[in-house]
């Protein structure tokens, strides 16, 4: 039986936003051959890191031949963006692709769900809703 490989791009024209954390967002791409030839002319190339309805959040300067990059310290509970853009001498971007919306969750329970809870982690919650649910732990069981 022969061994099939995958390949290592699809030479394809693809930018993927996913999120790690709440303060983590890997962005990774896959370029077709064309494309690649076209950017290692460019004398500047950037990943930038957009907000929905807010524009630019961050911006990094990549290399031609990367295809991921991680970005950390973003804000949690936002809705992002990624594009790859060339910066021209006359300090104008030109996005050259554009990446899929990622929602980063919110770092901690909101704040209208209230817990009262032992050591072990169970105990009985109230949502926003007013619904009471009851958490059960493996320390649930453990007898002292």
């Given at each position: 039986?022969?061994?099939?490989?995958?390949?290592?791009?699809?030479?394809?024209?693809?930018?993927?936003?996913?999120?790690?954390?709440?303060?983590?967002?890997?962005?990774?791409?896959?370029?077709?051959?064309?494309?690649?030839?076209?950017l290692?002319?460019?004398?500047?190339?950037?990943?930038?890191?957009?907000?929905?309805?807010?524009?630019?959040?961050r911006?990094?300067?990549?290399?031609?031949?990367?295809?991921?990059?991680?970005?950390?310290?973003?804000?949690?509970?936002?809705?992002?963006?990624?594009?790859?853009?060339?910066?021209?001498?006359?300090?104008?971007?030109?996005?050259?692709?554009?990446?899929?919306?990622?929602?980063?969750?919110?770092?901690?329970?909101?704040?209208?769900?209230?817990?009262?809870?032992?050591?072990?982690?169970?105990?009985?919650?109230?949502?926003?809703?007013?619904?009471?649910?009851?958490?059960?732990?493996?320390?649930?069981?453990?007898?002292?």
């Open positions: 039986m022969a061994l099939i490989t995958l390949p290592s791009n699809y030479n394809d024209n693809t930018l993927v936003l996913m999120v790690q954390t709440p303060r983590t967002l890997f962005v990774y791409w896959d370029l077709s051959p064309s494309q690649r030839a076209a290692v002319k460019k004398k500047k190339l950037q990943l930038r890191l957009n907000v929905v309805n807010q524009g630019v959040y911006t990094f300067d990549i290399k031609h031949f990367w295809d991921s990059f991680y970005i950390t310290g973003v804000e949690p509970g936002l809705d992002y963006y990624c594009d790859i853009s060339i910066l021209e001498e006359d300090d104008e971007y030109y996005p050259i692709i554009y990446s899929n919306t990622s929602s980063t969750p919110q770092e901690h329970p909101g704040a209208l769900i209230t817990a009262s809870s032992n050591f072990w982690g169970a105990g009985e919650y109230i949502t926003h809703n007013g619904a009471a649910w009851t958490s059960y732990s493996s320390g649930t069981f453990y007898n002292k």
